[in-house]
């Protein structure tokens, strides 16, 4: 599957297996969530307030564009988080949708 | 301050590890004093020096071109400081007040107290907004940037990089000498500007030179590099995201198939905390931004708190080194601590603001092209708020507006939709973009748990 970040070097570290929305995704030691989740795919999330899916924005923490959750709720800004082995992440908040205060 | 306050020992706390910060912990730790660093990165360096995670081997003249000894130094320097400083790394500052910084890492919060404050807070992108920038694929430049340098990947497979300023030239050269394919460079300024610039972009020959080589590296790379651009619209799907980029240049419109842009028109300082530790701000005309007063030695409105580096005004890397040297070694004179002599580091700041104000001129904020954008342009990315909205708004001031408009209310602050509102905002009620004022910075500067701040708030 084309995803939309292309890796240009540093393509010899260790596998690392993720779960996205119960799909498995190959990763790399070292790679953020973005990184890994935008190297198979093409975006994060789906926008609230419009049809377009999101792919991120400033990738340094403070637009807050690429929340994702973990299995139990807990968000996390995949720009900044780097991936573990085994990880289930999902790409909607589960249960709440709305109201969504941060 | 006009006499020493002594304390023998003051409690200081840098917020940042950036050029600025570290170069200030360094002066500190030379005279005895232990700060305390809180840093939002999971490793030194701030966005400029950012160094790639643990395992990564690429080299330094790679990741960092012709500021890769200034790079090494800055990671060394800080690599000798750990043990002589209460370093907190991945550690968010989401409030201050009375005396304290909060704190909040990984869910664990704290807050402390201090004597003395240097904020070396940094800076993220300013980006104006084009018809179709919600779509995946639309990144800012410095994202471009991080990509690259802290990942090893480029954005997508054939990138545009549109905006204005000299981050633009840089990170374009970095991702054709990393290998990318970059289709065009679009800069909104018109090439006019850089020839009346020169004489202030002379004050730092070194960086003007190193500036024309990129451009030509990029032409003869075989890159579109077009001035005087404006952009009309990004071109896409909801679902899979840019697919062309459309602009006007030379009394022509054109078409470029993209799958990703990089956009950004320089800097805007990260100013937040500043306003939250009740600093006094000016506007600053040259940039149209507001930026927190600060003396020739770094001190704030507020007694005892510092600004260094970018976080203050936007005058660059290099720059962001000597101020917070400086910051620091005004703070310990405050303080009764050591009383170095700072002219020499006063000139260099004082020529480096000259060299930025010639950058301004030469890559300007192109607030005459956001006053002119349609209706239906979303405004905020993060809630789908449009132009129009902003122009049919029931107010003449910035806050005011946000609680209508919901304009810097949303995931980002403000931050990336701040500046240009207040434009589009000035224009249709026929004000000066300074009487739109700014938005003002709220706890917490960023969105933590809820838990977190019900708890310890």
Same mark, same amino acid.
């Given at each position: 599957?084309?995803?939309? *970040?292309?890796?240009?070097?540093?393509?010899?570290?260790?596998? /690392?297996?993720?779960?996205?929305?119960?799909?498995? /995704?190959?990763?790399?030691?070292?790679?953020?969530?973005?990184?890994?989740?935008? @190297?198979?795919?093409?975006?994060?999330?789906?926008?609230?307030?419009?049809?377009?899916?999101?792919?991120? *924005?400033?990738?340094?923490?403070?637009?807050?564009?690429?929340?994702?959750?973990?299995?139990?709720?807990?968000?996390?800004?995949?720009? @900044?988080?780097? /991936?573990?082995?085994?990880?289930?992440?999902?790409?909607?908040?589960?249960?709440?949708?709305?109201?969504?205060?941060? | 301050?006009?006499?020493?306050?002594?304390?023998?020992?003051?409690?200081?706390?840098?917020?940042?590890?950036?050029?600025?910060?570290?170069?200030?912990?360094?002066?500190?730790?030379?005279?005895?004093?232990?700060?305390?660093?809180?840093?939002?990165?999971?490793?030194?360096?701030?966005?400029?020096?950012?160094?790639?995670?643990?395992?990564?081997?690429?080299?330094?003249?790679?990741?960092?071109?012709?500021?890769?000894?200034?790079? $090494?130094?800055?990671?060394?320097?800080?690599?000798?400081?750990?043990?002589?400083?209460?370093?907190?790394?991945?550690?968010?500052?989401?409030?201050?007040?009375?005396?304290?910084?909060?704190?909040?890492?990984?869910?664990?919060?704290?807050?402390?107290?201090?004597?003395?404050?240097?904020?070396?807070?940094?800076?993220?992108?300013?980006?104006?907004?084009?018809?179709?920038?919600?779509?995946?694929?639309?990144?800012?430049?410095?994202?471009?940037?991080?990509?690259?340098?802290?990942?090893?990947? +480029?954005?997508?497979?054939?990138?545009?990089?549109?905006?204005?300023?000299?981050?633009?030239?840089?990170?374009?050269?970095?991702?054709?000498?990393?290998?990318?394919?970059?289709?065009?460079?679009?800069?909104?300024?018109?090439?006019?500007?850089?020839?009346?610039?020169?004489?202030? $972009?002379?004050?730092?020959?070194?960086?003007?030179?190193?500036?024309?080589?990129?451009?030509? #590296?990029?032409?003869?790379?075989?890159?579109?590099?077009?001035?005087?651009?404006?952009?009309?619209?990004?071109?896409?799907?909801?679902?899979?995201?840019?697919?062309?980029?459309?602009?006007?240049?030379?009394?022509?419109?054109?078409?470029?198939?993209?799958?990703?842009?990089? #956009?950004?028109?320089?800097?805007?300082?990260?100013?937040?905390?500043?306003?939250?530790?009740?600093?006094?701000?000016?506007?600053?005309?040259?940039?149209?931004?507001?930026?927190?007063?600060?003396?020739?030695?770094?001190?704030?409105?507020?007694?005892?708190?510092?600004?260094?580096?970018?976080?203050?005004?936007?005058?660059?890397?290099?720059?962001?080194?000597?101020?917070?040297?400086?910051?620091?070694?005004?703070?310990?004179?405050?303080?009764?601590?050591?009383? +170095?002599?700072?002219?020499?580091?006063?000139?260099?700041?004082?020529?480096?603001?000259?060299?930025?104000?010639?950058?301004?001129?030469?890559?300007?904020?192109?607030?005459?092209?956001?006053?002119?954008?349609?209706?239906?342009?979303?405004?905020?990315?993060?809630?789908?708020?449009?132009?129009?909205? #902003?122009?049919?708004?029931?107010?003449?001031?910035?806050?005011?507006?946000?609680?209508?408009?919901?304009?810097?209310?949303?995931?980002?602050?403000?931050?990336?939709?701040?500046?240009?509102?207040?434009?589009?905002?000035?224009?249709?009620?026929?004000?000066?973009?300074?009487?739109?004022?700014?938005?003002?910075?709220?706890?917490?500067?960023?969105?933590?748990?809820?838990?977190?701040?019900?708890?310890?708030?």
């Amino acid at each position: 599957m084309n995803g939309r *970040f292309t890796r240009l070097a540093e393509t010899d570290r260790p596998k /690392v297996n993720i779960i996205v929305d119960g799909q498995p /995704v190959q990763a790399m030691a070292g790679d953020t969530l973005m990184v890994a989740m935008l @190297s198979s795919g093409t975006s994060l999330r789906s926008a609230e307030f419009g049809p377009e899916k999101r792919a991120g *924005f400033c990738l340094m923490g403070a637009c807050q564009d690429c929340w994702v959750w973990t299995a139990d709720g807990g968000r996390l800004r995949a720009c @900044s988080t780097p /991936v573990e082995n085994g990880q289930q992440i999902s790409t909607s908040q589960p249960e709440v949708t709305w109201p969504n205060h941060g | 301050m006009a006499e020493p306050r002594v304390i023998a020992e003051p409690r200081v706390i840098i917020v940042g590890a950036g050029p600025a910060g570290v170069r200030a912990a360094e002066v500190l730790v030379a005279s005895g004093v232990r700060p305390v660093v809180i840093d939002e990165g999971r490793r030194d360096g701030g966005q400029i020096y950012r160094r790639q995670p643990e395992g990564f081997t690429r080299g330094y003249d790679s990741l960092y071109g012709t500021e890769a000894d200034r790079a $090494l130094s800055l990671h060394e320097t800080f690599d000798g400081l750990k043990d002589k400083i209460d370093y907190r790394p991945d550690t968010l500052v989401w409030n201050i007040s009375q005396g304290r910084v909060w704190t909040n890492a990984n869910g664990r919060v704290d807050d402390l107290e201090y004597d003395a404050l240097l904020l070396c807070t940094g800076a993220t992108d300013r980006v104006m907004p084009v018809k179709g920038w919600q779509y995946a694929g639309v990144f800012s430049l410095g994202a471009s940037q991080v990509a690259l340098k802290s990942q090893a990947v +480029s954005i997508g497979r054939r990138v545009v990089f549109m905006g204005s300023g000299p981050l633009l030239y840089l990170v374009a050269s970095q991702y054709v000498k990393a290998g990318a394919n970059v289709v065009a460079v679009l800069d909104t300024a018109p090439f006019f500007a850089r020839i009346k610039a020169l004489p202030k $972009l002379l004050a730092e020959p070194g960086v003007l030179w190193n500036g024309i080589m990129l451009t030509r #590296m990029l032409q003869k790379s075989g890159v579109r590099v077009m001035t005087g651009v404006k952009p009309l619209e990004i071109l896409g799907e909801p679902e899979t995201g840019v697919s062309s980029l459309q602009f006007e240049a030379g009394g022509k419109v054109h078409e470029i198939a993209c799958d990703a842009v990089a #956009m950004g028109h320089h800097l805007r300082p990260e100013t937040q905390l500043a306003d939250l530790a009740r600093c006094a701000f000016r506007f600053d005309a040259v940039t149209r931004q507001w930026l927190p007063v600060v003396d020739a030695d770094g001190r704030s409105s507020v007694d005892g708190v510092y600004l260094a580096g970018d976080g203050a005004r936007i005058l660059g890397a290099r720059s962001a080194e000597a101020s917070g040297q400086l910051a620091a070694m005004t703070l310990l004179s405050d303080f009764g601590i050591a009383a +170095s002599d700072r002219w020499a580091l006063r000139q260099a700041v004082a020529n480096y603001a000259r060299f930025a104000t010639g950058l301004a001129e030469a890559f300007p904020w192109p607030h005459e092209q956001i006053a002119d954008l349609a209706d239906d342009v979303v405004l905020c990315r993060c809630e789908g708020v449009t132009v129009g909205e #902003m122009r049919r708004v029931d107010a003449r001031e910035a806050n005011r507006a946000k609680a209508f408009n919901r304009v810097g209310m949303g995931r980002c602050q403000g931050r990336y939709c701040g500046l240009a509102g207040a434009e589009v905002l000035a224009a249709a009620r026929d004000l000066p973009v300074e009487a739109i004022g700014r938005l003002r910075g709220q706890a917490p500067v960023k969105p933590i748990s809820v838990g977190v701040a019900e708890d310890e708030a």
